[in-house]
């Protein structure tokens, strides 16, 4: 070994050192941030929550038989799950699906829609003009009673029918439960650790004013013919959506949904149901839409929780939209089994 290589070795040392330095620092606060799981953290809370005892009485008027601008509307199917359950119950769910999904609400009955003393559930539906397709959610309704059937068609521009029959459905036939969940036929929902989060970090005895979900900010109007959400002037003539609920997974506080019906049965129809009764009316009746972090759980992560099991994600409300049938499933089935509590 020459003299003149030694220098050279110290730097080696010191850069080796460096290295052992930083990358100790970087598994210290790796698992620093494992530790510290995520919270569900509410940003700017602008409802209010309900105090023991707190009455509130919600009047409101509604025609029956109208749905915004279909004037003869009526429920072709109708059940009545809520006359079962006390006042003040805690969580109705309504999903809107799909006539042909039949899987996706076979898979959500048996994992996350499952229901229990505090919690139950209804699929909205159009009308299809496909006899075997009606006959089949004919018996569904039959075996479950769960379906809530309107006489419009289900179609993708009659979202918004839809949602809005949801209102009106709970408005009618179930404003006994303290919380409204709507969501699509394509999600999972992390039910367990939601109801906690009513209860705990909400209120057991509910809210007022809530609308809550991961806001949609400052979105753009689509106006490009291949977009699926393409709208054109005449639909929505302003460049920008007003803040949103994103209409998978929307909580509501009971006295926000007549309210919201009400509205919409006096504006005009617009076809995507979430920007329409998160957005446009929402903002009419002066309902500002509350934002939570971690309210949903990344693609990635779910991917991660999925392949490797048990796993240390941190707390979310609900997995990412747009599951396939055995996706759901699988993703339940990883939940149930994480150590997310
Ligand atoms: C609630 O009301 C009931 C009946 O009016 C009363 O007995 C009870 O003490 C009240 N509870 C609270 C916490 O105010
Ligand atoms: C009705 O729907 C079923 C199931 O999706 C399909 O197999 C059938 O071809 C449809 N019938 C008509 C007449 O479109
Ligand atoms: C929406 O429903 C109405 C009422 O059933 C129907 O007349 C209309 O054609 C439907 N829209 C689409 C896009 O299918």
Known sequence: MTESQRPKERIEMITLHKILFVFCFLSLSLN???STKPMLEIENP??????????????FSDNYDQLIDIKKFSFKINPKPCKRYPEGFLLMIIVSSNPLNYENRLVIRKT?????????????????????V??????????YGDIVQGNFKDAYHNMTYKHVMGLKWISHHCMNSKYILKTDDDIVVNADELKRFLV???????????????????????????SKWMVTLEEYPMPFYPDYCPGWAILYSRD??????EAAQN????????????????????VPRTSITNYVLTEKKAEMLIKSGRQNIGRFLFGPPNLKVQR???????ISQSCHI
């Open 267 to 286: 504006t005009p129809y617009f076809w995507i149901d979430d920007v329409h009764i998160t957005g446009i009316l929402a903002q009419k009746i002066g």
């Open 134 to 143: 009606s006959q089949k959610i004919q018996e569904e309704s039959v075996t």
């Open 328 to 334: 759901m499933s699988a993703l339940w089935r990883a």
């Open 256 to 261: 926000v949904v007549p309210r919201l019906l």
């Open 112 to 132: 996350w829609g499952q229901t229990d003393e505090s919690t139950n559930i209804v699929f909205l539906v159009g009308e299809t003009d496909n006899v075997t």
């Open 200 to 226: 705990r970090r909400l209120s057991p005895w509910g809210a007022k004013g809530l609308i809550m979900c991961k806001v949609a900010k400052h979105a753009l109007a689509q106006r490009r013919q291949s």
């Open 32 to 34: 620093y941030y494992i």
């Open 46 to 59: 602008t409802f209010s929550l309900i105090q023991p005892n707190e009455t509130i009485t919600s009047k």
